[in-house]
């Protein structure tokens, strides 16, 4: 077996057994397969910003108008404001005419010394450089363009610096003859391709100070960088918010509210209080809590990772929350309530008290290592399955599961329905004393390490893709959406307690690498986020389509988790490659 086969077939095993993504579906345009602005033409296609013809085509190679250019740029940075225009060739009945007025509001347009504004005339290359150069506010750059472009003698002077100032952002590049061609019409994929790079380029930074609604009432506005709140009484509405989210200490203990905003970085909170942090219809990868606060989360609110610096009170109605970890940062004697649905809870820190006081939690693991952690289910809560494996005090009325008990010191005063105690461990469940072997039933994989969390990281990608993990141990990664020329960078995971995890399938792909020393086992932290070794190695060396070279269009691999009490938990994934 050659080195990149073997490479191939190490990264593959690794991110089967760690990671499961589901990519977007791409639009259904029919004739841009293979064209260069394919993969930012789907994107557009996807967010509606363009549309493709009743045919189902595209036709990105075709001319577009200035009212069509400002169409695009209104809607991909979100400009709704309207001002009132007198253009000589607009109308109050053309379709335009409000786009022509955001423009103006903008301020990335003036129009022509004879009072029109030619909005059915095709748009030239360096008239899209201008509007681009205005959208980003960027100073002229009149040097250096002699030595990029052949026809630098043939850029007129009020257009000369600010396509120097684009090149340079690297929004707009020339041809492969080494021309710019100034008085090139725009093609609609060009003009895609450079609004998009137009929008990865900017970065802005918002701070709002003063109580109110920001935000669109409809549409969607998207932030190139941070935001921050600093007040209470905010509510952001109809965002994508691509840096960080901070709710700062300014809001005392006040409240805040998110409607339908999407954060691609992390969103932290350091203010509010009893009032509640509300979060509607929001998508977040990772939300860390630093002030003991209440969030309720409600509507179609889908947050992958809760990281608990600090005690608070979390609100979910349908399993908002994702993976809730206690981190070791949480102060001795916090308090932490949940009230609604979780899938998963880990406690990572020492001296937590958790107040369940409704719903239902999937999975609750109390990580090996801890001390001090008092657990109390209330009437009318329920836990599936508690993962025992450090001392600890569990109370209350509600109903558990399954108690898996790994560690001496634990006392459930409820009786579960079944509990399983490794061997050598004593314990007091339901008022009596049990020792290891007098287990209720089940068996000692029930009370297996799983995965809580993983992410992977895509060559390109400004954030990394969050996975959801179905019951720790089953999922598909399907990678068929992307081009397959990406590589990906690097990976992440969480697993419940401390693991170690070997692969032991497919066989025959097994069968040949143990000759080569690369299914020694991998030790992982519980609670730790971690980097896998091995993915980031090997990840350097190939794309996602040498891989299906390799591998083929599917693979479906197997393996094992072990924890320190030889308690494992069996894994399988398929990944679909492009």
Not at 86 to 100: C, P, Q
Not at 216 to 222: F, M, N, Y
């Amino acid at each position: 077996m050659n080195t990149k086969s073997k490479a191939a077939i190490v990264l593959c095993l690794s991110l089967c057994m760690i990671f499961l993504l589901v990519g977007p579906a791409s639009a259904a345009i029919t004739d841009i397969q293979g064209h260069w602005a394919a993969t930012q033409i789907s994107s557009w296609v996807g967010q509606g910003f363009i549309t493709g013809y009743p045919d189902g085509s595209f036709k990105p190679d075709n001319n577009i108008t200035r009212a069509e250019f400002f169409t695009l740029v209104n809607k991909s940075f979100a400009f709704n404001e309207r001002a009132s225009i007198s253009f000589s060739d607009v109308s109050s009945t053309d379709w335009y005419k409000v786009e022509i007025e955001k423009a103006k509001a903008a301020g990335y347009i003036t129009g022509y010394e004879d009072g029109t504004m030619k909005p059915n005339a095709t748009i030239s290359r360096q008239e899209a450089a201008v509007i681009i150069a205005k959208l980003l506010k960027l100073d002229p750059v009149s040097t250096g363009l002699e030595g990029k472009f052949n026809d630098a003698a043939d850029i007129p002077q009020w257009s000369k610096g600010l396509i120097g100032a684009v090149t340079a952002k690297g929004c707009m590049t020339g041809y492969p003859d080494h021309t710019f061609q100034p008085y090139g019409l725009l093609k609609r994929a060009e003009a895609v391709v450079t609004l998009d790079r137009a929008l990865n380029a900017r970065t802005t930074s918002e701070s709002y100070n003063v109580a109110g609604t920001y935000g669109p009432a409809t549409g969607t506005e998207t932030i190139n960088g941070d935001v921050t709140i600093n007040v209470p009484g905010v509510t952001l509405q109809n965002m994508i918010i691509t840096g960080d989210l901070l709710l700062a200490e300014g809001i005392g203990e006040g409240d805040a509210t998110l409607k339908n905003v999407t954060v691609k970085g992390k969103t932290t909170i350091k203010g509010g209080g009893v009032n509640s942090i509300y979060i509607d219809d929001c998508v977040m990868d990772d939300m860390i809590i630093q002030k003991n606060v209440r969030v309720v989360a409600s509507g179609d609110t889908k947050v992958s990772v809760t990281r608990l610096e600090s005690g608070a009170t979390l609100v979910s109605e349908v399993d908002s929350f994702g993976n809730v970890i206690a981190s070791a940062e949480i102060p001795a004697g916090a308090q932490i309530t949940l009230e609604g649905n979780f899938s998963s809870v880990v406690i990572a820190a020492d001296d937590v008290n958790l107040d369940i006081t409704g719903g239902a939690v999937t999975s609750l693991t109390v990580s090996e290592g801890t001390t001090g952690t008092n657990i109390n289910v209330a009437s009318g809560a329920s836990v599936t399955t508690m993962n025992l494996d450090a001392p600890v005090a569990v109370t209350g009325t509600g109903t558990i599961g399954t108690a898996n008990i790994t560690s001496n010191g634990v006392t459930v005063e409820q009786k579960p329905s079944d509990s399983n105690i490794s061997a050598g461990v004593t314990t007091n469940v339901g008022g009596e004393t049990q020792s290891g072997g007098t287990t209720s039933s089940g068996g000692g994989d029930s009370n297996a390490p799983t995965i809580t969390s993983a992410s992977i990281q895509i060559e390109g990608e400004e954030t990394a893709r969050v996975i959801t993990i179905t019951g720790g141990k089953e999922g598909t990664l399907d990678l068929s959406s992307l081009t397959g020329t990406e590589k990906i960078e690097d990976g992440t995971i969480v697993v419940s307690e401390n693991a170690t995890f070997t692969v032991t399938g497919p066989d025959n792909v097994v069968d040949k690498l143990s000759a080569i020393d690369v299914l020694n086992p991998k030790s992982l932290t519980g609670g730790t986020e971690e980097t896998i070794d091995v993915i980031e190695y090997i990840i350097s060396l190939f794309t996602l389509n040498e891989l299906k070279d390799f591998l083929g269009g599917e693979l479906t691999i197997s393996g094992t988790l072990t924890d320190s009490h030889s308690n494992t938990n069996d894994l399988t994934l398929t990944i679909t490659l492009p």
